[in-house]
């Protein structure tokens, strides 16, 4: 299994070095191989090159059989030309050109760790929702226009847009997943608002009869960011556009207590990326202070989903939350009467 | 002081002749003269003229000193064309034709319902958040546009637009508020993907040198919707855009745990529009259960704003505590021990 590696910057290049770690423990104990290539991206690739995206990189990843990336971004670059920070111009167009047009996000509360949420107990406990996101469409990758005013001032102007096969992709996707799971479908719009929100709705709608199975039903955005805070365990799966989703599934992660658990999955071209949820975190790196436990199973994902590998991502799972169990914890999670690890530590315990 | 009262649809018709009731006692204890003028608005207009704005509801406007609105829509006037439709047909366009291009929505935990929130009581007990929305921009009034694609299928395509001008207002307004309060204002955006966000950044910090003692910060709207389940407490004012305000006006709200109680208010133009934040609620319409202190309290705005009536404003919200205190309570605020009110009955307390 060829894996591209891709630690970026930040917490990155310490967080995917503990991945390998748990890939290597379990490639000895199933006889699996796992052939790595480390590739730069984000800040640290622009600091190398002179690019945050270089060629070089986008071809070992198209060259893999799986993406592991750590995080991108972190103040040294923020004030860069838009095309040139790792934002924007290196995790997306990465998303673009790998046409990784779906984005799983999790939300999972692990038992153990059911009280560390803002929320009640018993409105998180046992929480499993998935939500995807549309990840290639939209305002994200519309036009963008700056023009002068002839009064003074100027006016922003970008498109948002979707076609029908590109809701129709994702939605697919949505269906298959909930009907892997407990077979409810929430798609999320804004369609009493937005014709792409209408067109989204319909496509949605056109095919829900080839999926009898799962139970279908649409949600105006706003109401639910509401529902994720008043009820989120009425949820099972949830699709939407990519905006509404950075922002929902932001808000999902939260409601855990603990995004430094979070994996998640980007799917759809040729070649899949798997990345925590969280971000680089410039303030705590190269400080053995970073919760591996998020990139641990981002990489379980992906034993899973790019390479049918169950018994083994299960292992990996199954190993995370005997050592939550077992009292271990590492900073962002730690909780009165645990014993506190650091990054590497923690991977050893896994 | 003239007011037109448009109650709308569901639940409006309930709640608004409370407001009327509460603004009559101020009337009398304090000697003001309240002129009131009822108007159709949404579902209820639609069916009586064959429109939801009549022309005649916005000359009734135009010609007040405020507005208060109930509510508008319901499943009735779901399959109407999008112009016919109480929402897009009404709202948003009396919003554009009044000019009220900043929405005020405060999310203040009120100390009697402290744990009626789904959040622990110790992250919201005491929250006093205002969020200001731009109302009149943004996705809300772009182009909206269809077309087939020659290969089969459709493609949507909507604009979002903002003017130096339009953020600069509605940030001026936010700096204002700050200022009255605790000095904190957060200004929340997509400045790393979007440009219109990288203009509405770039016009607000060019403000804050007019308002030193007003501390600024920016947030990315993703992470905002995370930090107010997170830790809420951290906010004092925030501005932004029409779509995101919204939704985290939507998510802020129901960090209470009491949306029927959190009045808005809708300013920038001649004259100034006060409703309840909650929609319509047809389910549970014309059975004397609706909360109608949203409402009292939207009235309350409107005499402090509008009128500049602070006394007789604090003693409506004074009123409303007290009754609170005393452990009246309406259905969807009840809780174990306290005593359950209808409608018309809780007005009665007030
Ligand atoms: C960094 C940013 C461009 C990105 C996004 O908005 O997609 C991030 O928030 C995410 O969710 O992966
Ligand atoms: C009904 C809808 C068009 C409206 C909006 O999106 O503005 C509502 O959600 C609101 O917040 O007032």
Redesign the interface.
Known sequence: YKIALLPGDGIGPEIIPQAVRVLQAVGEKYNRQFALQTALIGGAAYDATGHPLPEETLAVCRNSDAVLLGAVGGPKWDNLA?EL?P??GAL?PLRKKLGLYANLRPAVVNPALATAS???ED?VAGLDILIIRELTGG??FGQ???QD?PG??????????????EV?RVARLGFEMARRRRKKLTSVD?A?????S??WREVVESLAGEYPDVELSHMY???C??QL???PKQFDVLITEN??G??????A???TGS?GMLPSASLGGEVALYEPIHGSAPDIAGQNLANPIATILSAAMMLRISFGLEDEAAAVERAVNKVLQQGYRTGDIMQPGKTRLGTVEMTDAV
């Open positions: 838009p920070r934002e924007r997306l803002t929320l009640k409105i305002l994200y963008k226009h700056r005013l003074g001032g100027q006016k922003a102007v970008e498109t948002l847009e979707y076609t029908t096969h129709a804004k009493n608002v937005l014709e792409s209408r067109l955005v706003d109401n960011a509401m805070v008043r009820n905006m509404f950075d922002i929902l599934t932001d808000l992660s939260q409601l995004i």
